[in-house]
């Protein structure tokens, strides 16, 4: 299963005098990044983690490490949004305390961290931005 991530994207520290030009990151290349430099995997795992084939999956992982490599030495924001990742429909994020959740049952989801009803489908989270 896809995880989604913990952050909608990464503020940059110390930069004088501009506002930062962010950096969309779109959702796959985040996977890409978390599957291949985050969980150690070769590129034929994370290709069929996440159903694409193996040269897709290097187009996207070296997009990302640009992305991330300009906004790491140009001083720039990362926003977290977009791309084509669905995740299971079952992930939650709540509004208030703002975990991320799975619920399975038949109900109205709840947050089990704070047990508030205010909660948003990760699919509408990220593609709303
Ligand atoms: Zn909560």
Redesign the pocket.
């Known amino acids: 299963m896809l995880m989604p991530p913990v952050i909608k994207g990464m503020s940059v520290y110390g930069v004088r005098g501009r506002k930062s030009n962010e950096i969309n990151l779109l959702l796959e290349e985040y996977e890409a990044i978390r599957l291949l430099d985050h969980q150690k995997m070769n590129q034929e795992e994370a290709a069929v983690i996440m159903n694409v084939s193996r040269p897709t999956l290097t187009r996207i992982y070296e997009v990302a490490r640009q992305k991330v490599a300009s906004a790491f030495v140009e001083g720039r924001d990362i926003i977290i949004r977009g791309g084509h990742i669905v995740f299971d429909q079952n992930w939650f994020k709540?509004n208030?305390?703002?975990?991320n959740f799975n619920f399975y049952e038949k109900s109205d989801p709840y947050?089990p961290?704070?047990?508030?009803t205010d909660?948003t489908s990760l699919n509408e989270y990220f593609k709303n931005g």
Do not use: G, L, Q
């Open positions: 709540c208030k305390c703002r975990a947050c961290v704070c047990e508030s909660v």
